[in-house]
């Protein structure tokens, strides 16, 4: 597929919300990166991780609390990406650049790699969000059907019904298959990765077999294999649904469009920011403690529209982006409840298991 263009506007609405923004930050006198809240958080969260991981692999306990603290390890493993590195890896972690670097490198230890997920998530999902084709994010052959141009199979019939065992499988696919995929195929989709320099290589190599022996190597020598594979499979399940799920409310729900570009021209419709409004929602803003696992991205319309702009001014920037979506006449998906975005995305799978929806 060829990558499209977006559309030019004499009047952007882009441009004129990024006065707004620009002008909030300058009255209050805020720098729009992370503070001292965000590093105190990251902190927890690492030291909450460490001390996990030591006390099940070195002192394990009796089984029942060994689950448990392998599956608040995947909660805490989903939390770090999403208040950590995902903050570090779009610059907005600190305004140091070798702080971010340090925060984007996380994601690493976590067993994934930053250097694919750049262009997978800063390049081609924040630009081409829900185009079928092109954003890898809605690409979930064969398993799942999330948008009306891809092809239809017999399984999709009942994903509304598994949809949450196959989302529960994103890290272990991720950690040991699509990296892998992307490294070797040297492309995401239809787009070409960067050349990868030496340090790249290493770094992808090297981060992957230290993980290896974490989480693999060094608990088996240390557990035994049965009790490895007991605690490994909770705590890596239970990360890649809360880390699924996520993305999947703010792009995979009823009212969120899949767009296409014009077949002449290859021209998406709208202009980029009007585009990541219909592709996008929010989705429980209200739950204080939603919003301090997952980073802020049930925020996830200020996200697209600011990546750069750290979590931690999503709750006031929101009140901005509303007012400017009202002045322009542009759709601002919110939905009040996590259970009722739930719904909605279950609803959109059902209306995708029909092969007649093609």
């Known amino acids: ?69 392998c599956i608040i390890l995947g909660g805490l493993t989903a939390a770090i990406g999403f208040n950590v590195m995902h903050d570090g890896m779009h610059g907005s972690f600190s305004s140091k650049k070798w702080v971010n670097k ?11 790699n930053n250097f694919m997920w750049k262009t997978k998530h800063n390049i081609i999902h924040h630009t081409y969000t829900n185009v079928h ?7 979930a052959r064969p398993f799942l059907r999330l948008c ?6 017999r399984i999709h019939k009942y994903q509304h019904w598994y949809f949450w065992a196959a989302y529960s499988l994103l890290y272990l696919w991720w950690v040991f298959v ?39 190597g ?62 996008t929602a929010n989705f429980a803003t209200r739950n204080r403690f939603l919003s301090w696992w997952v980073g802020g991205l049930n925020f996830q ?3 697209h529209l600011f990546p750069r702009i750290s979590h931690v001014h999503y709750p006031a920037i929101s009140k901005i982006v509303k007012k400017a979506c009202q002045d322009f006449g542009i759709q601002y998906i919110e939905y009040p409840r996590m259970r009722l975005a739930v719904a909605s995305h279950i609803s959109h799978l059902r209306n995708l298991s029909r092969k007649n929806q093609a």
């Open 102 to 112: 340090l925060a984007g490198i996380t994601l690493n230890f976590l067993g994934a």
């Open 301 to 303: 319309i200020e996200h």
């Open 133 to 139: 084709g092109v954003d890898d994010d809605i690409e």
């Open 148 to 153: 009306d141009e891809q092809k239809h199979y």
């Open 218 to 279: 060094l608990p088996i020598w240390m557990v035994g294999f049965q009790a490895w594979l007991i605690g490994f499979l909770p705590f890596g399940l239970f990360s890649g649904f809360v880390l699924s799920i996520v993305f999947q409310l703010a792009h995979t729900v009823e009212h969120t469009d899949f767009p296409a570009a014009n077949i002449e021209t290859n021209k998406m419709e709208d202009e980029w920011a009007v585009h990541q409004l219909k592709t």
């Open 1 to 69: 597929m060829t990558i499209p263009k977006f559309s030019n506007r004499n009047l952007s609405f882009h441009t004129e919300l990024k006065r707004r923004i620009n002008e909030y930050f300058k009255q209050e006198g805020k720098n729009p990166t992370g503070n001292f809240g965000l590093y105190l958080k990251a902190v927890l969260l690492i030291v909450a991780y460490v001390g996990i991981y030591v006390h099940v692999v070195f002192f394990t306990p009796i089984a029942w609390l060994a689950i448990l603290e």
């Open 178 to 216: 699509t990296d892998y995929k992307k490294y070797f195929l040297r492309r995401i989709g239809p787009t070409p990765l960067q050349k990868m320099k030496l340090m790249d290589h290493i770094s992808f190599w090297g981060f992957k077999l230290l993980h290896a022996f974490l989480f693999i």
